[in-house]
């Protein structure tokens, strides 16, 4: 997928409308994020962060190195961060290159961002490279529905604006595969049908991936 260029406009209204959805998405996804960041590090990396979405379910304290490279999401992810005792670093970098040395990070968190990143294999090989050996990759991302579902039909029609409004969202990914391709010891995923109001994004896989030590 080639990456759409920077568009200011596109940029503060994804921080804007994120900003105005987070409650919301806690709601339907608050009990399994919670539970699948539980045993989270006092170090992680997080890559796409937006405007601090996962940062409730961080322990205060935490150190956390954010690659974001919108830059409108910059402000309200550091006020996020103070308010709720995060220690944070943020990076502009991309997914595919986040600048850091291999080997270095216990875990990396990676929530609904996969979809809009240009190489999502590069991003995943990335993940493993700065990932300590026994390092885990912990995510939730939508995924293309099942071939022939109404889903899939509506993913396929709404593609195209979907992507120039959300910054590359593709709603056709199937991440999953992309993961369980991507070289890691141990991957334990599990597919599920989200019951929210954005329908597109409702077709989900959760879980975690370890590197081989």
Known sequence: MTKLPANPVRGRANAAFFRLVDGYVHHVLGGRKAALFADLP?????????????????????????????????????????RRGIHLELRSAGAESTGLPSDSVDAVVCTL???????????????????????????????AALPRTWLATLQRLLRTPWQWVFEGCD???STGDLVTAAGFDEVQLERYRLRSVFLPVNEQVAGVAVKPC
Not at 66 to 79: D, S
Not at 114 to 142: K, S
């Open 113 to 143: 961002v996969l979809c809009t990143v240009p190489d999502p294999a590069a991003a995943l090989a990335e993940a493993r490279r700065i990932l300590r050996p026994g390092g885990r990759l912990l995510l939730i991302e939508h995924v």
């Open 42 to 82: 006092g170090a992680n990396v997080e890559i796409g962060p937006g405007t601090g979405a996962n940062l409730r379910y961080y322990s205060p304290g935490t150190q956390l190195v954010a690659i974001e490279p919108n830059p409108h999401m910059h402000a309200p992810l550091a006020r996020c961060a103070a």
């Open 171 to 173: 709603l056709c990914r």
